[in-house]
């Protein structure tokens, strides 16, 4: 699996550049956490229905009920919220795909709840200052894996033997003056190791 994650910030032609990359066999985790709802719903509306159908929900998540989204995913804090059990039934019974940021290997490693999750740090973080990678060895996880943290080209081709299920960019893609160079390079990459 190669997902995209989205930058914090909008960019400039970030919705064509994502309208592009969506062409490709990917998965685009929308993370837009100073976006309002309102905000959110509008910049959903640039999208059609098959880029909708490859997005990852990071915030507002009730907007899954206006767009056909592929899911939603919770961050760590949202986890821990008791009423996002019943939140995860619903999707799960509407057929939507779930997944949870995780940085404890064995955490990550036991979850059965998701259909996947990230791990990071692997690698030093691009995006994140004095974030160290943790260079996981993965043991039979339950659901797969994908790596997040430092991913480059070169990280890349150390995920499968670390037992990761594929990657998710960030920083090595949104810090390019060529965003979507950077995507089909790293996307190739990922093409020779999955």
């Not at 990917?26 to 997005?55: A, C, G, S, Y």
């Not at 795909?97 to 940085?103: G, K, P």
């Not at 998701?114 to 060895?137: A, M, R, T």
Request: charged letters at 25%.
């Amino acid at each position: 699996m190669f997902i995209v994650i989205t930058p914090e910030k909008e960019v400039p032609n970030e919705v064509d550049l994502l309208c592009k990359m969506a062409e490709f066999p990917v998965v685009l985790h929308i993370r837009k956490p100073t976006f309002d709802k309102n905000k959110m719903q509008r910049w959903l509306q640039q999208f059609n229905e098959n880029q909708h159908r490859k997005m990852m929900l990071h915030q507002h998540h009730e907007l899954i009920e206006h767009f056909d989204l592929k899911g939603i995913h919770l961050k760590e804090i949202h986890r821990k919220e008791a009423d996002n059990l019943d939140k995860i039934k619903h999707y799960k019974a509407i057929r939507k795909t779930l997944s949870a940021s995780f940085h404890s290997q064995e955490e990550a490693e036991s979850q059965s709840l998701y259909d996947y999750v990230l791990l990071s740090p692997v690698f030093n973080s691009i995006s994140k200052s004095n974030y160290e990678g943790k260079s996981f060895q993965l043991h039979q996880p339950l659901v797969p894996v994908i790596a997040l943290g430092g991913i480059t080209k070169e990280t890349m081709l150390l995920t499968p033997k670390m037992g990761f299920s594929g990657v998710a960019v960030l920083g090595s893609l949104w810090n390019s003056s060529q965003a979507f160079d950077a995507f089909k390079e790293l996307f190739a990459h990922y093409k020779k190791w999955y």
